[in-house]
């Protein structure tokens, strides 16, 4: 059974960076296929995907968010990480992280999400 659980602050200031984390069980973040994405909902709106990790590391972040994302991961811990600098209100949003297998084209399963605004 593939799990996936995200953990973040929950409340950031504007300007901070907004730090994320997607812990994986069930299936090793390093397999071939299988690439590891955020995706972000906010309130009343479409979901929006963020990027993708590889299972090489290497990290593909969307165009929009290029210049204020980076990402990290602990492969001994089975976790990727999200940095998201410079953050605004309208960062706030539900936050997850999803597994897209290649072979099939589809987002085969899906943390159960965490949420993030940001506020003074």
């Known amino acids: 059974q593939v799990q996936l659980q995200e953990s973040g602050p929950g409340l950031v200031k504007p300007s901070q960076t907004l730090s994320l984390t997607c812990t994986v069980s069930?299936?090793?973040?390093?397999?071939?296929?299988?690439?590891w994405n955020w995706i972000r909902q906010p309130p009343g709106g479409g979901l929006e995907w963020m990027g993708f990790i590889e299972p090489n590391g290497n990290f593909h972040a969307s165009p929009a968010l290029k210049s204020r994302t980076s990402t990290s991961r602990d492969t001994s811990k089975n976790q990727f990480t999200l940095q998201l600098s410079s953050v605004t209100p309208e960062d706030s949003a539900e936050y997850y992280c999803a597994r897209f297998l290649g072979s099939a084209g589809i987002y085969d399963y899906w943390g159960q999400g965490t949420q993030v605004t940001v506020s003074s």
């Open positions: 069930g299936a090793s973040i390093t397999m071939t296929d299988y690439y």
